[in-house]
């Protein structure tokens, strides 16, 4: 057990606790779906870290407090009064937070994630170095960055550039949330647990008798408690559809074709992807076409170099700021985008964020 006292209220947004060699995480900020604090990305490391050097450790499970969510990405409204009050706050936690996900990408001993609910952005983050990721039918999974007015980081460049066909690129581009079938489709999710099952899922966990390879083990249990298919994926119907508009050149293209079609079965779905399309930060939405096609070719640390490389230049150069002011701070759902559509955006601006890489 580890002996941590919880002495201040930023000790307990995470929870840590060791039980039949598997070390518990649990990101305890349900009232604000567990959203990811600078406080909590440290906490996270260091023990982890500490977990890492341990031999008595054999495995890592990570998961959300409450029923609504694993994490609903990184608590933004503190990184919108960082760069307010000109502090560092919001360029320290980018840079703690790619490094906390990397370092799980890459860690030795097996980590199970439980995307049990809402699962975005640094959500996202969290969980997909997992080797093992868990969904239910509470889950919820998106990168819904390009609605405030930013772009698919945590490693979002390189999970959704390797989904197959052009699925990354819809998912990214529009920031549409999927649920659990979807999830397994795109690769995103390993494993389908019916939530009612998670506390059987605890209760062998703690029984487990371990082998020589932890993750086998894990993979053992999970067969006999959940499946790694579930049929009639939605996106599966529509791939189609989306190879098609999603592989187009730009989202001017995108739009504009999506505006045209007669097909019956795909009208409804291509009109409300065109009136989503046009809600979003134009130049959130080119920058990510962008960010994701450039990440097909690259590693995983390039990946979250090219989006460090863009998080330094955003806060001043991007649409974040208003995104948050229209969606948080003063909540009148009205971002006044720049440029205001698709057609005022000029290529130039795009490439910009890239030069120097």
């Given at each position: 057990m580890?002996?941590?006292?919880?002495?201040?209220?930023?000790?307990?947004?995470?929870?840590?606790?060791?039980?039949?060699?598997?070390?518990?995480?649990?990101?305890?900020?349900?009232?604000?779906?567990?959203?990811?604090?600078?406080?909590?990305?440290?906490?996270?490391?260091?023990?982890?870290?500490?977990?890492?050097?341990?031999?008595?450790?054999?495995?890592?499970?990570l998961r959300?407090?409450?029923?609504?969510?694993?994490?609903?990405?990184?608590?933004?409204?503190?990184?919108?009064?960082?760069?307010?009050?000109?502090?560092?706050?919001?360029r320290?936690?980018?840079?703690?937070?790619?490094?906390?996900?990397?370092?799980?990408?890459?860690?030795?001993?097996?980590?199970?994630?439980?995307?049990?609910?809402?699962?975005?952005?640094?959500?996202?983050?969290?969980a997909?170095g997992?080797?093992?990721?868990?969904?239910?039918?509470?889950?919820?999974?998106?990168?819904?960055?390009?609605?405030?007015?930013?772009?698919?980081?945590?490693?979002?460049?390189?999970?959704?550039?390797?989904?197959?066909?052009?699925?990354?690129?819809?998912?990214?581009?529009?920031?549409?949330?999927?649920?659990?079938?979807?999830?397994?489709?795109?690769?995103?999710a390993?494993?389908?647990?019916?939530?009612?099952?998670?506390?059987?899922?605890?209760?062998?966990?703690?029984?487990?008798?371990?082998?020589?390879?932890?993750?086998?083990?894990?993979?053992?249990?999970?067969?006999?408690?959940?499946?790694?298919?579930?049929?009639?994926?939605?996106?599966?119907?529509?791939?189609?559809?989306?190879?098609h508009?999603?592989?187009?050149?730009?989202?001017?293209?995108?739009?504009?074709?999506?505006?045209?079609?007669?097909?019956?079965?795909?009208?409804?779905?291509?009109?409300?992807?065109?009136?989503?399309?046009?809600?979003?930060?134009?130049?959130?939405?080119?920058?990510?076409?962008?960010?994701?096609r450039?990440?097909?070719?690259?590693?995983?640390?390039?990946?979250?170099?090219?989006?460090?490389?863009?998080?330094?230049q955003?806060?001043?150069?991007?649409?974040?700021?208003?995104?948050?002011?229209?969606?948080?701070?003063?909540?009148?759902?009205?971002?006044?985008?720049?440029?205001?559509?698709?057609?005022?955006?000029?290529?130039?601006?795009?490439d910009?964020?890239?030069?120097?890489?």
């Amino acid at each position: 057990m580890t002996a941590h006292a919880t002495t201040s209220a930023a000790q307990s947004d995470v929870l840590a606790q060791v039980r039949n060699h598997i070390g518990h995480l649990t990101l305890n900020r349900p009232a604000g779906l567990n959203a990811l604090t600078l406080d909590m990305v440290r906490r996270l490391q260091r023990q982890l870290d500490a977990w890492a050097a341990d031999p008595q450790v054999h495995a890592v499970v990570l998961r959300g407090e409450g029923p609504k969510g694993f994490c609903a990405g990184g608590d933004i409204r503190s990184l919108y009064d960082s760069y307010k009050s000109a502090d560092s706050l919001h360029r320290d936690f980018f840079v703690e937070e790619y490094a906390l996900d990397l370092s799980i990408h890459h860690y030795r001993k097996p980590v199970l994630a439980l995307m049990d609910g809402f699962t975005l952005g640094g959500g996202m983050g969290l969980a997909q170095g997992a080797d093992l990721r868990v969904v239910t039918e509470r889950s919820r999974l998106a990168m819904p960055e390009v609605g405030i007015g930013y772009f698919p980081d945590v490693g979002g460049s390189y999970f959704l550039s390797r989904i197959p066909g052009e699925l990354g690129i819809y998912l990214g581009v529009s920031g549409v949330q999927v649920q659990a079938a979807d999830a397994l489709y795109c690769g995103l999710a390993d494993w389908y647990l019916e939530s009612s099952k998670l506390a059987s899922l605890d209760e062998r966990l703690d029984s487990l008798s371990w082998g020589e390879r932890p993750l086998k083990d894990l993979q053992g249990l999970l067969a006999k408690l959940g499946t790694q298919h579930l049929d009639h994926p939605p996106l599966a119907a529509l791939r189609p559809a989306i190879d098609h508009f999603f592989g187009l050149p730009d989202i001017a293209s995108m739009i504009e074709q999506l505006r045209a079609v007669s097909v019956a079965d795909s009208h409804e779905w291509a009109l409300n992807t065109a009136d989503l399309l046009e809600t979003r930060s134009p130049l959130a939405m080119a920058v990510t076409l962008e960010l994701l096609r450039r990440g097909r070719q690259l590693s995983l640390e390039e990946c979250f170099k090219m989006e460090l490389h863009l998080d330094q230049q955003w806060f001043d150069h991007g649409d974040l700021i208003e995104g948050v002011r229209a969606l948080l701070i003063d909540k009148d759902k009205q971002p006044r985008w720049n440029p205001a559509t698709v057609a005022g955006l000029s290529r130039a601006r795009v490439d910009q964020f890239f030069e120097g890489l």
